[in-house]
């Protein structure tokens, strides 16, 4: 029995929470999706994390999505796309977006353990050097706190994170080395995975209606040029602390208006501003600079 075997027991017979960490490329995502699919078929209650807004397999990126799995049919990346909850972080990247990060994950592991769900697996990002990567990753097990951390090693470069988990945190840690036979994937082909991501959210089903620049947060100041909102993702909330899913912005130029371009169209009360702007067909159009956006420190 391998190493990642015996883990797997290890879980499956003392499930809790468990936290997966990791750089790029290093195995954690199929790992924690081969998990939750042994609980489902022991019938455990299980719930999936997915906090790796970048490379989401559990809701659209940008945002974090949770997935109550009970069955082999919840495990489906049409499934999976398909959240049941979703938290709105509005970047690809952890870097500034640290805050709204953490609180989606500690808000979705509420609602699993709510939910009575016996066995929940957080999925991480990659990003997990220098100084930003640690504070990230220890103030996502803070407020999750995991009974259990996987630590998927490559060269030592989990060493410091391995670290603080063992010194601060009450939870098993669990070093597993990386396998050199999992492939790397460029970034060429990491960029095309989330263009399909986006792709498939919005393409199926999207319908199109106008938008009141008055139902943002946060707020566009008077004169705002609604121009610059062109292509922006926004995180659709339902006025009761959910995120009902995502939009995309579409700029009017001949009557100077916006419209909303989703999936989802009932339950909308305001709009948060993301960071990213892309095209229908899931392709970036960059990063959005608030400070410029907004001509304010």
Not at 5 to 17: F, H, I, Q
Not at 29 to 44: F, H, K, S
Not at 52 to 72: H, N, R, W, Y
């Amino acid at each position: 029995m391998t190493e990642l075997e015996e883990t797997y027991e290890r879980l499956l017979a003392k499930p809790g929470v468990v936290f997966l960490m990791g750089g790029i490329d290093t195995g954690k995502t199929t790992a924690g999706a081969e998990l939750v699919r042994r609980a489902v078929d022991r019938g455990i209650s299980c719930a999936l994390v997915d906090a790796d807004i970048a490379q989401s397999t559990v809701g659209p990126p940008t945002t974090v999505g949770l997935k109550f799995c009970s069955g082999e049919e919840d495990l489906t990346p049409e499934a999976l796309l398909a959240a049941d909850e979703l938290g709105f972080v509005g970047s690809i990247s952890p870097r500034g977006h640290l805050l709204p990060l953490v609180a989606a994950v500690a808000k979705l592991v509420t609602r699993a353990r709510r939910n009575g769900c016996r066995l929940i697996v957080i999925d991480t990002t990659g990003f997990v050097s220098g100084l930003y990567g640690q504070m990230l990753k220890f103030h996502k097990m803070e407020l999750a706190a995991p009974n259990w951390i996987l630590a998927f090693e490559r060269g030592g470069e989990l060493e410091p994170l391995v670290g603080i988990a063992r010194r601060f945190l009450p939870a098993g840690v669990v070093e597993l080395e990386v396998s050199p036979d999992i492939p790397a994937r460029s970034v060429d082909e990491r960029a095309a995975f989330r263009e399909r991501q986006f792709a498939a959210y919005f393409t199926p089903n999207a319908s199109r209606w106008r938008v009141k620049p008055t139902v943002f947060m946060p707020t566009l100041p008077p004169e705002f040029d609604l121009a610059l909102l062109d292509g922006m993702v926004v995180g659709m909330e339902d006025g009761a602390g959910k995120c009902a899913g995502i939009g995309l912005l579409e700029y009017d130029a001949s009557e100077d208006i916006l419209r909303m371009v989703s999936p989802v169209t009932r339950g909308v009360r305001g709009l948060r501003l993301g960071s990213v702007k892309i095209g229908i067909d899931g392709r970036s159009r960059g990063p959005v600079d608030f400070r410029n956006l907004f001509r304010t420190e």
